[in-house]
């Protein structure tokens, strides 16, 4: 079946400009999560979605930075007045059930690059 | 706060040797969950091998198994006969609790010399 897929798989903005990033998690999994990690770290959590709600959304950076998911799939990440540091890339991940175990899968991710 | 440590940087293996990726923990809550991934310069994400906290055996899958010891907060990655496409650089990551994030180390970049 489908994996996590991502858009745009690349995204160059200017500084000041809004972007939105867009995840499509395989069907039928409910939980749904966003990372970010820049150049040669580690991963960095930003929100988890149970369904259409966010019960942690502890690791979003800004008030810059927000997030929804619609009818328990799709979800967007949206940065409004992007910096620089926000260049970095955007990964998304899915997982069937929210347990402890429930292995995580991650989509290609976006590269967001902010001149 | 929960967190993992990843101490080498970098890792090198002669091709069909096994090789050891350290990871140490911290928590302090009784049920968490252990992860391995593996990213290849494409940047994907692939998952590579998982062990509970109440797991009583070492997590096995191929060629990789988990060297679980949970006195001592390790949980490292022993990957045997090594391949060139293994080369890739390896994350630890820590699940604690139903529906918690993932918190990842720093990452292992393994380079396999043929």
């Known amino acids: 079946g489908a994996g996590v897929s991502q858009s745009p798989s690349n995204k160059v903005t200017e500084k000041g400009k809004d972007v939105e990033l867009r995840c499509d998690p395989i069907s039928g999994h409910t939980a749904l999560y966003w990372y970010r990690q820049r150049l040669g770290q580690g991963l960095e959590f930003l929100i988890y979605?149970?369904?259409?709600?966010?019960?942690?959304k502890s690791g979003l950076p800004s008030d810059r930075f927000s997030a929804e998911r619609t009818g328990e799939s799709v979800s967007t990440l949206t940065i409004q007045r992007t910096q620089q540091e926000d260049s970095a890339v955007y990964l998304c991940?899915?997982?069937?059930?929210?347990?402890?175990?429930?292995?995580?899968?991650f989509g290609p991710g976006t590269r967001l690059t902010v001149t | 706060a929960q967190k993992i440590t990843q101490t080498q940087p970098g890792m090198f293996v002669q091709e069909k040797e096994a090789v050891t990726l350290d990871c140490t923990y911290d928590?302090?809550?009784?049920?968490?969950?252990l992860f391995w991934y593996k990213q290849p310069s494409s940047g994907e994400m692939i998952f590579l091998i998982y062990q509970g906290s109440y797991d009583q055996q070492n997590a096995t899958e191929g060629r990789y198994s988990l060297n679980f010891q949970k006195a001592r907060k390790s949980a490292n990655l022993v990957i045997s006969a090594s391949q060139l496409g293994d080369s890739a650089m390896y994350f630890c990551a820590m699940k604690r609790g139903s529906g918690s994030r993932l918190t990842f180390g720093e990452g292992t970049q393994l380079t396999v010399n043929p």
């Open positions: 979605f149970q369904g259409n709600s966010a019960p942690d």
């Open positions: 928590t302090s809550d009784p049920s968490y969950g």
């Open positions: 991940a899915s997982s069937l059930v929210p347990a402890v175990g429930s292995e995580q899968y």
